[in-house]
Nanobody
Framework: QVQLVESGGGLVQPGGSLRLSCAASGTIFSINPMGWYRQAPGKQRELVATVTSGGYTNYADPVKGRFTISRENAKNTVYLQMNSLKPEDTAVYYC????????????????WGQGTQVTVSS
């Protein structure tokens, strides 16, 4: 059973910073990519950033230059450093992994964390 568990959300003032972490556990052969999505009230879930096992990163335009995604492959962990936060960054942030559970699996599957709330407000 694969689990993704996020941590690091909270309340921060505009211009502040937060760091999110997500650790994947269970039977895992590979995770590629890992990433973060977010969902604000009344809106659809949207991509924030992804990172491949080789370190290739992809960012949504609204967060470019402010957020940095990274991962530790040996720990199956992904991070999101969020700087210069804005009220419009307020959302539930979900960790994502495209996971092949074992070397004998022929397929890869989407896995999601439970979400962590990020609120940017003065």
């Amino acid at each position: 059973q694969v689990q993704l568990v996020e941590s690091g959300g909270g309340l921060v003032q505009p211009g502040g910073s937060l760091r999110l972490s997500c650790a994947a556990s269970g039977t895992i052969f590979s995770i590629n990519p890992m990433g973060w999505y977010r969902q604000a009230p009344g809106k659809q879930r949207e991509l924030v950033a992804t990172v491949t096992s080789g370190g290739y990163t992809n960012y949504a335009d609204p967060v470019k230059g402010r957020f940095t995604i990274s991962r530790e492959n040996a720990k199956n962990t992904v991070y999101l450093q969020m700087n210069s936060l804005k009220p419009e960054d307020t959302a539930v942030y979900y960790c994502y992994g495209y996971i092949r559970p074992s070397r004998w699996d022929t397929g890869e599957y989407d896995y999601w964390g439970q979400g962590t709330q990020v609120t940017v407000s003065s």
